[in-house]
T-cell receptor, first 118, second 114 residues
Framework: AQTVTQSQPEMSVQEAETVTLSCTYDTSENNYYLFWYKQPPSRQMILVIRQEAYKQQNATENRFSVNFQKAAKSFSLKISDSQLGDTAMYFCAFMKQVNGGATNKLIFGTGTLLAVQP | DGGITQSPKYLFRKEGQNVTLSCEQNLNHDAMYWYRQDPGQGLRLIYYSQIVNDFQKGDIAEGYSVSREKKESFPLTVTSAQKNPTAFYLC?????????????FGAGSRLTVL
């Protein structure tokens, strides 16, 4: 069974600085997808970034980028120029294909609570 | 605006009562999901549905039931058989394809058993 591990329950960063959140996963699959979701105090889950395992290039979305190391099964999230609005719980998630690719189930890590300090 | 609506936002239940959480989407998505969120445990999949009139158990389906009579709706019933129902429940939906389907989430429902 696939598992996702986030070893940092809480982190803190000063506004405008850079922070990296760690995520490792375990799978025997070769084709899969990885995601980072953000859950602010409103508790609305918001997609931050996604990565296809077959792509070697790391995904980037504005201030958010990932360091995807497939052999090491590592998928860390880097937030540059941190803003107060980045304060949230961040979840790493793994997606495999089931039922011939018709449905995709997300497996989540336990989350990292990030606090951006002014 | 397209999105997912969950209701109620807060729900209180006495022990032994069944309750139903509503989830409606107007995104024309085929697949819908129910997740449970507990502190320190992330999100865990309860049930999911690929198409109307079809659904499958997730990792923690015991004590829950669902129906999918319409494409737009995927209600979750928390039955009295669920031993620890107090939690935050999230509904999500996605298109069906072989690619990296992004899940869109609702705002959640907080269930408290008194």
């Amino acid at each position: 069974a696939q598992t996702v591990t986030q070893s940092q329950p809480e982190m803190s960063v000063q506004e405008a600085e850079t922070v990296t959140l760690s995520c490792t996963y375990d799978t025997s699959e070769n084709n899969y997808y990885l995601f980072w979701y953000k859950q602010p105090p409103s508790r609305q889950m918001i997609l931050v970034i996604r990565q296809e395992a077959y792509k070697q290039q790391n995904a980037t979305e504005n201030r958010f980028s990932v360091n995807f190391q497939k052999a090491a099964k590592s998928f860390s999230l880097k937030i540059s120029d941190s803003q107060l609005g980045d304060t949230a719980m961040y979840f790493c998630a793994f997606m495999k294909q089931v039922n011939g690719g018709a449905t995709n189930k997300l497996i989540f890590g336990t989350g990292t609570l990030l606090a951006v300090q002014p | 605006d397209g999105g997912i609506t969950q209701s109620p936002k807060y729900l209180f239940r006495k022990e032994g009562q069944n309750v139903t959480l509503s989830c409606e989407q107007n995104l024309n998505h085929d697949a819908m999901y129910w997740y449970r969120q507990d502190p320190g445990q992330g999100l865990r999949l309860i049930y999911y549905s690929q198409i109307v009139n079809d659904f499958q158990k997730g990792d923690i389906a015991e004590g829950y039931s669902v129906s999918r009579e319409k494409k737009e709706s995927f209600p979750l019933t928390v039955t009295s058989a669920q031993k620890n129902p107090t939690a935050f429940y999230l509904c999500a939906s996605s298109i069906r394809s072989s690619g990296a389907n992004v899940l869109t989430f609702g705002a959640g429902s907080r269930l408290t058993v008194l």
